[in-house]
């Protein structure tokens, strides 16, 4: 695949694949005889998880660590375990923030909905 494919297939900008290559989050991408980029189906299951793991909120140190690691070897197996392991609980972290944010904000729309059908209850303005 182009460049121009994958970037349409993942909706991540070619620029934004050259920068993941160039800092070495992108493992290298072979190129055709006109030295074009001809992602494989291995270089597109790196995007795709680059991209999940980035949308997870996973930083592109962390990520060119990993990245680092699986390119060492069965040797790094439990490493890089240990990392995935950290940044789950991270994950898990924002989620029960973000959780506690949803369930303040679902909380005061309920008390608008109150408000708004005349049933007032000692409203906070905060």
Sequence with gaps: MTIAEVSKKYDISADTLRYY???GLLPPVNRNKRGIRDYSEAD?????FIKCMRG????IETLIEYISLYQQG???VDTRKKLLIEERKKIIKRMEDMQDTLDRLNYKIERYD????GIKKNQEEI
């Design 44 to 48: 597109c299951g790196w995007v795709e």
């Design 74 to 76: 069965d040797s790094t």
């Design 114 to 117: 109150n408000w708004a059908y």
């Design 56 to 59: 997870a909120g996973l930083s």
């Design 21 to 23: 290559e160039r800092i």
